[in-house]
């Protein structure tokens, strides 16, 4: 079992910036891939970055979305990842939540959400014009 939390939501400008935090417990050294994910109500929900770890280390991947503006992170020691979230626009609203699970590299890659059994309760992020 891996527990999650997020936190660090809030609301912001276009343009601002914030970084959200997902916090792991349990067994933690199980998972391989850890995600976040954001959804607006009555839309699907999206991968939005996720990091892959193997013997090599550690690889971020991002949505064609985020990409160049958020940025993945984690600190094993203690097990968090954050995402850091730049050049905010009003469309990067929506509810983030994490996710974590060992998953093949190619789902952890395509930040699939049905591969993820675990997940956090998630962290509202508005951004306003």
């Known amino acids: 079992q891996v527990q999650l939390m997020e936190s660090g939501g809030g609301s912001v400008q276009a343009g601002g910036a914030l970084r959200l935090s997902c916090a792991a417990a349990g067994y933690t050294h199980s998972a391989n891939c850890i995600a976040w994910f954001r959804q607006v109500p009555g839309k699907a929900r999206e991968g939005v970055a996720a990091i892959y770890t193997d013997a090599d280390g550690d690889t971020p991947y991002y949505a064609a979305s985020v990409k160049g503006r958020f940025t993945i992170s984690q600190d094993n020691a203690k097990n968090t990842v954050y995402l850091n979230l730049s050049s905010l626009k009003p469309e990067d609203t929506a509810m983030y939540s994490c996710?974590?699970?060992?998953?093949?590299?190619?789902?952890?890659?395509?930040?699939?959400?049905?591969?993820?059994?675990?997940w956090g309760q998630g962290t509202q992020v508005t951004v306003s014009s």
């Open positions: 996710a974590a699970d060992r998953v093949p590299w190619a789902a952890c890659r395509d930040i699939q959400a049905g591969v993820f059994d675990y």
